[in-house]
């Protein structure tokens, strides 16, 4: 009898890669090694690496690099693809990871690819200015489907950008399939025991809004002694490139101001997951102050969800979502009182800290990266076997026009994460 064997999908996936050091980059990675747990061998994939001004050394699943800011590098890369045995391409889109104006140099790319694309939007703008308009209804038409992580995003592509429900996916962000612990369990190891931890993580820029958070910890600390903020992750390398530590040189001094040198810790580098998860395990409140509410995606919140942490956050679009239903606990943003306020109530209330973990850990059985994968990994299959590739303005619903920008201001989103 002879057996069939059926080709691998070969899917080219656009996006920053690992050693590069930035969340899409880590989350490309992730999803990867997940799609091909769920695929078994029926997964080849191929990486085209947005290049950073620094030279990297990249495995050998890296095929092809585009500089950011030189446009013949993006047809060039269509070329590539179309010439291959490539059946799919999975685009990472961050307005700040691709060059020309509002990451305008990525058109040039998709426009030539004659190849199913799927595209998974990290960022989707509620008041975009006219460039960053035109940019997003460009990736919109020139995609196959749109994939987006919060339910919010689903309504904003139909409501701002015309896109067609039936063209739109929601898959949330893939977080680690980590067991529900007890944080003083973990504590030793990392040399915390007896402290009760706060922490924060992630690549430090201004929009963290840290300031607000150590503003709210004297009072903390006033009720419990022992407690330790940490805040974990180096500053954004784009951050660095433009502003140098300045950002981590203030909250320094802050720190000092406030006497709280005993009760806050920089852990100033950039962690591998394994060493991440051990802080996460030993946190008992995580805390994401961020300053703006236009971030529809949060890698790091999903993540301190997805282990069960008692969460404190400022209502950005993400966590509105991620903490509904008593999942956390929501202050207004710069409000460092309210912020405080809910921190020592959560650590001393114990009813409430058990509940608000126990709520968010079961929530996030939904999103660990195996289901992820598996959701990824069907859109991949149907759209490779159904798709026709998208041509203008059929690909957008009928009537979608710019904005009216004359009575709000325009937001400009910050680097890629």
């Known amino acids: 009898m002879i057996r069939m064997r059926y080709a691998a999908r070969k899917v080219a996936f656009i996006s920053s890669f690992p050693p590069r050091r930035c969340g899409i980059a880590t989350f490309t990675s992730?999803?990867?090694?997940?799609l091909a747990l769920a695929a078994g061998h029926h997964l080849d994939p191929v990486v085209i690496a947005m290049q950073p001004p620094a030279e990297l050394t990249y495995d050998n699943i890296v095929k092809l690099r585009i500089r950011k800011d030189v446009a013949h590098d993006y047809p060039a890369a269509a070329d590539y693809i179309n010439r291959s045995d490539i059946d799919l391409v999975s685009v990472q889109h961050e307005f700040?990871?691709?060059?020309?104006e509002a990451g305008s140099y990525l058109t040039l790319l998709l426009d030539r690819v004659k190849k199913p694309i799927i595209t998974t939007l990290h960022t989707v703008l509620e008041t975009p200015s006219p460039e960053y308009f035109d940019s997003m209804i460009d990736l919109c038409?020139?995609?196959n489907k749109l994939?987006?992580?919060?339910?919010?995003?689903?309504?904003?592509?139909?409501?701002?950008?015309?896109?067609p429900e039936q063209k739109i996916e929601l898959i949330p962000h893939g977080i680690p399939d980590l067991p529900f612990v007890n944080s003083n369990d973990c504590k030793h190891s990392l040399g915390l025991a007896?402290?009760?931890?706060?922490?924060?993580?992630?690549?430090?820029?201004?929009?963290?809004?840290?300031?607000?958070?150590?503003?709210?910890?004297?009072?903390?600390?006033?009720?419990?002694?022992?407690?330790?903020?940490?805040?974990?992750?180096?500053?954004?390398?784009?951050?660095?490139?433009?502003?140098?530590?300045?950002?981590?040189?203030?909250?320094?001094?802050?720190?000092?101001?406030?006497?709280?040198?005993?009760?806050?810790?920089?852990?100033?580098?950039?962690?591998?997951?394994?060493?991440?998860?051990?802080?996460l395990c030993a946190t008992d409140v995580y805390v994401t102050p961020y300053l703006h509410r236009e971030q529809l995606t949060s890698g790091t919140l999903a993540?301190?969800?997805?282990?069960?942490?008692?969460?404190?956050?400022?209502p950005y679009w993400a966590a509105e979502e991620l903490l509904a239903q008593g999942r956390g606990r929501l202050v207004q943003f710069g409000d460092s009182e309210s912020m405080a306020q809910a921190v020592v109530e959560i650590l001393t209330r114990n009813t409430l800290f058990s509940i608000m973990r126990k709520r968010a850990y079961e929530y996030g059985r939904s999103m660990t990266w195996p289901t992820v994968g598996q959701s990824y990994w069907r859109l991949f299959e149907t759209v490779t076997r159904d798709a026709i590739i998208p041509a203008g303005a059929a690909a957008i619903a009928p009537g979608c026009k710019l904005p009216?920008?004359?009575?709000?201001?325009?937001?400009q989103p910050a680097p890629a994460v």
Not at 404 to 411: E, G, I, M, P, T
Request: glycine fraction near 10%; aromatic fraction near 10%; hydrophobic fraction near 40%.
């Open 141 to 143: 038409r020139a995609s």
């Open 147 to 163: 994939i987006v992580m919060n339910k919010r995003g689903i309504g904003m592509l139909q409501d701002i950008y015309g896109v």
């Open 194 to 279: 007896g402290r009760k931890t706060i922490l924060t993580f992630g690549l430090l820029g201004r929009n963290k809004g840290i300031e607000v958070m150590l503003k709210a910890l004297p009072r903390i600390v006033e009720a419990d002694p022992s407690v330790l903020y940490i805040v974990l992750g180096a500053t954004h390398p784009e951050v660095l490139r433009h502003e140098g530590q300045s950002y981590k040189v203030k909250l320094e001094e802050m720190v000092r101001a406030l006497r709280l040198h005993q009760n806050v810790l920089f852990y100033n580098r950039f962690v591998e997951d394994k060493e991440l998860f051990q802080f």
């Open 303 to 314: 993540f301190a969800v997805g282990t069960g942490k008692a969460v404190v956050s400022t």
């Open 96 to 100: 700040g990871l691709f060059g020309g």
């Open 404 to 411: 009216d920008y004359s009575s709000r201001q325009a937001y």
């Open 30 to 34: 992730d999803l990867i090694k997940n």
